[in-house]
């Protein structure tokens, strides 16, 4: 992943044409992008660094739509010209952080300066102890110094350090809406969202259907349900709410709701008199009564209905959508209980058909599931199963939905400490369970009920941990479902279960809003967590996303979450974008204080619209009603909030803001880009130049590239297709440009015939100063394309190859080939010989000054400058293929390396390789893994170490993943030999690009070895 910006001060939250350099003594905005990425990845923060220890702490990113930059900061204020470096910080798609550094120059005039006050009052600079944590360093001669733990500073650790825009005023930090805390670390919703959560309380709602001939199946039902209210006895309060829905030929008669406890006298067969069907219809419209039920009963959060009919729905394209908004709500648990018509009805069961489908739709997007009882006598049996296994306080924590059986069927369950019971419920032919404990051992749970193609497992005392579920059915073409629970024994218990609510946010610093996530816009996920500990805040969370594309479940979402102390919903994800009325399976996972993870589970759906945000009332568009008076969401007014708010000079247009130019979102609140801006560059189709010295010294260093370039370009064109679109070659010497080569990479002939060319001349030393600065212009300005110049791409690559000393005589030219290389984000590396006789060991008796220009291009081109003894060139230029898709984590420069320096970075979830560059007389480098525990890290490996260039002065060490099974090491290569497979080249070389490579050969030792190691020789040929 890389990234691309810069700075603009006109028009600012607007402009899509950022410059490269920001402006001194103004405010510019930060305009961001990121590459090579894939959603929910995003850019974060940024904090900028620069001279004279000028910090900017980190600062949240905010983000604009229809713009090719569509990350931006306001604002960056440069207050001396000089040189910078932007810090940004994001998240990849997997949840993991990942860190980007990009040097720029503040330029332009500068403003006035005025020199800082000095203080009347000397400050101490000796300390004695060190406060908030700080740890005293002594120094002897009674001297020391304190090192301060995080956010605090001053010369004994006392003063606070505000970040997040906060302002340090009198020792104590104020901070800016959002934040909150000692040092305004910890996010604060403004508004607080305020919601209640409790669902200690759920209410039992059943919508029957009343016919003649449901005498017995009422009965069950009744049955079933005496038999659960006396098992739950021991907490008699638990189940105080019950609801009775009684249909038939479209009219629908709610039962009183019964605020006390359910009592047996709460008879179902007793309610339905009178309410039997006189036409006795085969298919119903009943989705009606399910809409009444949502709408005029006294629901709760997380309550479970069952709908028991023996008739197919047909009124599901009238009401199913309404159904699905109210719901969104109250998110009660749907289930369909589709009872087998008597034989005198002669209806046609059929669980195919598109009623029982719409059964199948709605119960599965609330977590529910429909399920078919062909034995009438069997009602009970599977009511009470069901009932008496999941009702009282169960966590769902699993569920999966498929098409056919064969696709994806394998799950991991994480059971946190003290779980009481397991429970699986399954609905599919020929369905099996095979689940491995976290000790490896086989777990049979016992068969609660089993009806056709309908099964309740469950499983006590099970241990904490990981467990892998497999799902197996005989028919694996047909349709399947399942849903795992965390369930409480009936009994009471003193270990409470970990709730998890989620809703949808619009951003870091926003409570919920939104109840279901909506197409065409950000959905931040959120979570409130209850009953888990007090340890909140070192909790790590994480969620994954699920949908079933192509009759196939695709992860389409990972990442993980940051927590929020001062919102009602602590947990907050990055941004997503779903698919509309696409059915979202989530799985929350917390990890506590003893390593054991708690697992959430269950369904979101894509909306087209925003759907209600609270309980359905007469209120519109998410008002709540409060004192017969609705009290509207944002951007709503009017008695039934129904007038639509635009803003910056919207208008509302049929309930639809048209945004004003420049304007976007359902609002107008979004800042949009009035016309695109050029395609960021992306660091592919880039030229890649080699400017060689041509003189006795210099022809030393072109024979090493010869024995070595040819090797690295092929691996180069063949791997990284698109990275390099043209070499360059031009030779230079005392007097000037010698020639140029200007080729593209699909054709090198005449690139490598010149520089054979060069390699064998015998050229005439003059002075020891020689023009690399007019080779550098020529390759800027006098590359042509017939009449036309050709421009170097940015993120162009410049090696250098000098044995002299750059004659700097013309500093005008300097400038302005400085000043272009910075502009187009060239990477210049500089491969010099030494000459250790010398005192500095440059060449020609040079200085360190002689060569500041070069480091100068160099360090802002995110380069290097490589003192080299004789034949480490052709080492060296082996870091070049480790240039592609490469973003620098980290840059450390001093200028006393005398003693331990240790760096500490981050790496993503993309990383392949980490290359170490290092300069510096007798450098030592190691990498470690830093993972909380030991203070000194884990040593890496040399098992992934690849020392590219190694000598008194360089090192370029790389540490890669180790290679994929069935591919071997061979130097910075991972390689592969099949024994068996017979083909012809083109085949071969097409299998070799499926797999991320490209056709071996043997350019050079360590291939050529490997090739004789694999193949065969015989008198036969080879094989």
Same mark, same amino acid.
Request: net charge negative.
């Given at each position: 992943?890389?990234?691309?910006?810069?700075?603009?001060?006109?028009?600012?939250?607007?402009?899509?044409?950022?410059?490269?350099?920001?402006?001194?003594?103004?405010?510019?905005?930060?305009?961001?992008?990121?590459?090579? &990425?894939?959603?929910?990845?995003?850019?974060?923060?940024?904090?900028?660094?620069?001279?004279?220890?000028?910090?900017?702490?980190?600062?949240?990113?905010?983000?604009?739509?229809?713009?090719?930059?569509?990350?931006?900061?306001?604002?960056?204020?440069?207050?001396?010209?000089?040189s910078?470096?932007?810090?940004?910080?994001g998240?990849?798609?997997?949840?993991?952080?990942?860190?980007?550094?990009?040097?720029f120059?503040?330029?332009n005039?500068?403003?006035?300066?005025?020199?800082?006050?000095?203080?009347?009052?000397?400050?101490?600079?000796?300390?004695?102890?060190?406060?908030?944590?700080?740890?005293?360093?002594s !120094?002897?001669?009674?001297?020391?110094?304190?090192?301060?733990?995080?956010?605090w500073?001053g010369?004994?650790?006392?003063?606070?350090?505000?970040?997040?825009?906060g302002?340090? *005023?009198?020792?104590k930090?104020?901070?800016?809406?959002?934040?909150?805390?000692?040092?305004?670390?910890?996010?604060?919703?403004?508004?607080?969202?305020?919601?209640?959560?409790?669902?200690?309380?759920?209410?039992l709602?059943?919508?029957?259907?009343?016919? &003649?001939?449901?005498?017995?199946?009422?009965?069950?039902?009744?049955?079933?349900?005496?038999?659960?209210?006396?098992?739950?006895?021991?907490?008699?309060?638990?189940?105080?709410?019950?609801?009775?829905?009684?249909?038939?030929?479209?009219?629908?008669?709610?039962s009183?709701?019964?605020?006390?406890?359910?009592?047996s006298?709460?008879?179902?067969?007793?309610?339905?008199?009178?309410?039997?069907?006189?036409?006795?219809?085969?298919?119903?419209q009943?989705?009606?009564?399910?809409?009444?039920?949502l709408?005029?009963?006294?629901?709760?959060?997380?309550?479970?209905?069952?709908?028991?009919?023996?008739?197919?729905?047909?009124?599901?394209?009238?009401?199913?959508?309404?159904?699905?908004?109210?719901?969104?709500?109250?998110r009660?648990?749907?289930?369909?209980?589709? %009872?087998?018509?008597?034989?005198?009805?002669?209806?046609?069961?059929?669980i195919?058909?598109?009623?029982?489908?719409?059964?199948?739709?709605?119960?599965?997007?609330?977590?529910?599931?429909?399920w078919?009882?062909?034995?009438?006598?069997?009602?009970?049996?599977?009511?009470?199963?069901?009932?008496?296994?999941?009702?009282?306080?169960s966590?769902?924590? *699993?569920?999966?939905?498929?098409?056919?059986?064969?696709?994806?069927?394998?799950?991991?369950?994480?059971?946190?400490?003290?779980?009481?019971?397991?429970?699986?419920?399954?609905?599919?032919?020929?369905?099996?369970?095979?689940?491995?404990?976290?000790?490896?051992?086989? %777990?049979?749970?016992?068969?609660? %009920?089993?009806?056709?193609?309908f099964?309740?497992?469950?499983?006590?005392?099970?241990?904490?941990?990981?467990?892998?579920?497999?799902?197996? +059915?005989?028919?694996?073409?047909? +349709?399947?479902?399942?849903?795992?629970?965390?369930?409480?024994?009936q009994?009471?218990?003193?270990?409470?279960?970990?709730?998890?609510?989620?809703a949808?946010?619009?951003?870091v610093?926003?409570?919920?809003?939104?109840?279901?996530?909506?197409?065409?816009?950000?959905?931040?996920?959120?979570?409130?967590?209850?009953?888990f500990?007090?340890?909140y805040?070192?909790?790590?969370?994480?969620?994954?996303?699920?949908?079933v594309?192509?009759?196939? !479940?695709?992860e389409?979402?990972?990442?993980?979450?940051?927590?929020?102390?001062?919102?009602?919903?602590?947990?907050?994800?990055?941004?997503?974008?779903?698919?509309?009325?696409?059915?979202l399976?989530y799985?929350? /996972?917390?990890?506590?204080?003893?390593?054991?993870?708690?697992?959430?589970?269950?369904v979101m759906?894509?909306?087209?619209?925003?759907?209600?945000p609270?309980?359905?009332?007469?209120?519109?568009?998410?008002?709540?009603?409060?004192?017969?008076?609705?009290?509207?969401?944002?951007?709503?007014?009017?008695e039934?909030c129904q007038?639509?708010?635009?803003?910056?000079?919207?208008?509302?247009?049929?309930?639809?803001c048209?945004? @004003? @130019?420049?304007?976007?979102?359902?609002?107008?609140?979004?800042?949009?880009?009035?016309?695109?801006?050029?395609?960021?560059?992306?660091?592919?189709?880039?030229?890649?130049?080699?400017?060689?010295?041509?003189?006795?010294?210099?022809?030393?260093?072109?024979?090493?590239?010869?024995?070595?370039?040819?090797?690295?370009?092929?691996?180069?064109? =063949?791997?990284h297709?698109?990275?390099?679109?043209?070499?360059?070659?031009?030779?230079?010497?005392?007097?000037?440009?010698?020639?140029?080569?200007?080729?593209?990479?699909?054709?090198?002939?005449?690139?490598?015939?010149? *520089?054979?060319?060069?390699?064998?001349?015998?050229?005439t030393?003059?002075?020891?100063?020689?023009?690399?600065?007019? @080779?550098l212009d020529?390759?800027?300005?006098?590359? #042509?394309?017939?009449?036309?110049?050709?421009?170097l791409?940015?993120?162009s690559?410049?090696?250098i190859?000098?044995?002299?000393?750059p004659?700097?005589?013309?500093?005008?030219?300097?400038?302005?080939? &400085?000043?272009?290389?910075?502009?187009?984000?060239?990477?210049?590396?500089?491969?010099?010989?030494?000459?250790?006789?010398?005192?500095?060991?440059?060449?020609?008796g040079g200085?360190?000054?002689?060569?500041?220009?070069?480091?100068?291009?160099?360090?802002?081109?995110?380069?290097?400058?490589?003192?080299?003894?004789?034949?480490?060139?052709?080492?060296?230029?082996?870091?070049i293929?480790?240039?592609?898709?490469?973003?620098i984590?980290?840059?450390?420069?001093?200028?006393?390396c005398?003693r331990?320096?240790?760096?500490?970075?981050?790496?993503?979830?993309?990383?392949?390789?980490?290359?170490?560059?290092?300069?510096? #007389?007798?450098?030592?480098?190691?990498?470690?893994?830093?993972?909380?525990?030991?203070?000194?890290?884990?040593?890496?490996?040399?098992?992934s170490?690849?020392?590219?260039?190694?000598?008194?002065?360089?090192?370029?060490?790389?540490?890669?993943?180790p290679?994929?099974?069935?591919?071997?090491?061979?130097?910075?290569?991972?390689m592969?030999? &099949?024994?068996?497979l017979?083909? /012809?080249?083109d085949?071969?070389?097409?299998?070799?690009?499926?797999?991320?490579?490209?056709?071996?050969?043997?350019?050079?030792?360590?291939?050529?070895?490997?090739?004789?190691?694999?193949?065969?020789? =015989?008198?036969?040929?080879?094989?």
């Amino acid at each position: 992943m890389t990234i691309s910006g810069g700075f603009q001060t006109d028009d600012r939250d607007r402009n899509d044409f950022p410059n490269d350099n920001a402006a001194a003594h103004q405010f510019n905005y930060i305009l961001l992008t990121l590459h090579g &990425s894939r959603a929910p990845a995003a850019l974060k923060t940024v904090s900028v660094v620069g001279p004279d220890n000028y910090v900017l702490r980190p600062r949240q990113l905010d983000k604009r739509y229809g713009c090719q930059y569509e990350f931006y900061f306001d604002s960056l204020f440069c207050y001396n010209r000089g040189s910078y470096a932007l810090i940004v910080e994001g998240v990849d798609f997997l949840g993991n952080l990942f860190r980007r550094v990009a040097p720029f120059e503040c330029v332009n005039q500068p403003g006035p300066t005025t020199d800082s006050p000095v203080p009347s009052t000397p400050q101490p600079t000796n300390p004695t102890s060190c406060a908030n944590g700080g740890v005293l360093n002594s !120094e002897g001669l009674g001297k020391g110094t304190c090192i301060c733990q995080d956010h605090w500073t001053g010369y004994d650790c006392s003063q606070a350090v505000c970040i997040n825009g906060g302002t340090l *005023l009198k020792g104590k930090c104020f901070c800016s809406v959002g934040f909150e805390g000692v040092h305004c670390e910890q996010v604060k919703c403004e508004p607080n969202a305020n919601y209640g959560f409790g669902v200690d309380r759920p209410t039992l709602v059943f919508i029957v259907r009343a016919r &003649s001939s449901q005498n017995l199946i009422m009965q069950q039902v009744q049955k079933a349900i005496d038999e659960v209210v006396a098992n739950l006895q021991f907490d008699p309060t638990y189940l105080a709410r019950f609801h009775l829905v009684i249909f038939n030929d479209h009219a629908a008669t709610p039962s009183k709701s019964c605020s006390e406890r359910i009592k047996s006298n709460a008879d179902i067969s007793h309610n339905m008199r009178g309410f039997c069907s006189l036409t006795e219809r085969c298919p119903y419209q009943f989705y009606r009564s399910i809409l009444q039920a949502l709408t005029d009963v006294s629901l709760t959060q997380g309550s479970t209905v069952y709908v028991i009919t023996d008739a197919m729905a047909d009124d599901q394209s009238e009401f199913s959508e309404s159904i699905l908004q109210m719901n969104s709500f109250w998110r009660a648990t749907i289930n369909f209980i589709y %009872v087998q018509p008597a034989p005198e009805d002669k209806c046609i069961a059929d669980i195919s058909d598109p009623g029982f489908r719409a059964f199948d739709d709605v119960a599965n997007r609330f977590g529910g599931m429909a399920w078919q009882v062909q034995d009438r006598n069997k009602v009970h049996d599977v009511l009470y199963g069901h009932m008496n296994s999941i009702l009282y306080k169960s966590q769902l924590m *699993l569920t999966l939905d498929r098409e056919e059986c064969s696709k994806g069927l394998a799950k991991v369950i994480q059971l946190e400490k003290n779980t009481e019971t397991l429970v699986f419920v399954a609905k599919g032919r020929g369905f099996s369970l095979d689940i491995t404990s976290p000790d490896g051992r086989p %777990v049979k749970p016992r068969t609660i %009920v089993k009806e056709g193609i309908f099964t309740v497992w469950r499983w006590s005392t099970p241990l904490a941990g990981a467990y892998m579920v497999r799902a197996v +059915s005989d028919t694996p073409t047909t +349709s399947c479902s399942l849903r795992a629970y965390q369930a409480s024994d009936q009994s009471l218990s003193s270990n409470s279960q970990t709730e998890a609510f989620w809703a949808m946010s619009t951003d870091v610093d926003t409570d919920a809003m939104m109840y279901q996530p909506t197409a065409g816009m950000d959905n931040y996920p959120v979570f409130h967590i209850e009953d888990f500990g007090d340890d909140y805040d070192h909790a790590f969370s994480f969620l994954n996303m699920y949908a079933v594309r192509d009759g196939v !479940e695709k992860e389409v979402y990972a990442a993980n979450g940051l927590y929020r102390g001062g919102c009602s919903f602590q947990f907050y994800f990055p941004s997503f974008r779903c698919r509309p009325n696409e059915n979202l399976h989530y799985e929350f /996972n917390l990890r506590g204080d003893e390593g054991f993870y708690v697992q959430r589970a269950g369904v979101m759906t894509c909306f087209n619209y925003i759907p209600t945000p609270a309980a359905p009332t007469d209120c519109q568009n998410g008002g709540v009603k409060y004192n017969e008076t609705c009290l509207c969401q944002s951007h709503y007014e009017g008695e039934h909030c129904q007038t639509l708010i635009c803003e910056n000079g919207g208008t509302s247009v049929f309930g639809v803001c048209q945004c @004003a @130019a420049g304007w976007a979102g359902p609002f107008c609140i979004f800042p949009q880009c009035p016309s695109s801006g050029p395609l960021p560059s992306y660091g592919y189709g880039v030229d890649m130049a080699f400017l060689v010295e041509i003189s006795q010294k210099g022809i030393q260093q072109i024979d090493q590239l010869v024995k070595m370039l040819p090797d690295i370009i092929r691996d180069v064109g =063949s791997q990284h297709t698109e990275w390099i679109d043209r070499l360059v070659l031009i030779g230079y010497d005392w007097q000037g440009v010698l020639g140029m080569v200007d080729m593209p990479m699909s054709n090198t002939k005449k690139f490598f015939d010149t *520089l054979y060319d060069w390699a064998a001349s015998n050229p005439t030393d003059g002075l020891c100063h020689v023009r690399i600065w007019k @080779a550098l212009d020529t390759l800027l300005n006098d590359r #042509k394309d017939g009449n036309t110049q050709r421009v170097l791409p940015d993120r162009s690559i410049i090696n250098i190859i000098e044995a002299s000393i750059p004659n700097d005589g013309d500093r005008d030219l300097i400038s302005a080939i &400085s000043e272009e290389l910075l502009e187009r984000s060239v990477i210049t590396n500089v491969f010099l010989s030494n000459d250790w006789n010398t005192e500095e060991g440059f060449p020609c008796g040079g200085k360190t000054t002689d060569f500041r220009h070069l480091e100068q291009i160099v360090r802002r081109g995110d380069g290097m400058i490589y003192t080299l003894g004789n034949g480490d060139l052709g080492r060296a230029v082996r870091m070049i293929p480790t240039l592609f898709s490469s973003s620098i984590v980290y840059k450390y420069h001093s200028d006393d390396c005398g003693r331990q320096v240790k760096v500490f970075f981050p790496l993503d979830a993309y990383t392949q390789t980490v290359t170490a560059v290092v300069y510096g #007389k007798g450098a030592a480098l190691e990498l470690r893994r830093h993972d909380g525990e030991r203070r000194e890290g884990h040593l890496i490996s040399d098992d992934s170490r690849i020392d590219i260039l190694n000598d008194d002065r360089n090192q370029v060490v790389e540490f890669r993943n180790p290679c994929d099974s069935d591919w071997e090491p061979v130097s910075q290569y991972c390689m592969y030999y &099949s024994r068996t497979l017979r083909t /012809n080249f083109d085949d071969a070389n097409a299998l070799c690009q499926s797999m991320g490579g490209f056709m071996a050969d043997d350019l050079n030792n360590d291939k050529n070895e490997w090739l004789n190691s694999e193949i065969t020789i =015989s008198t036969h040929g080879c094989s």
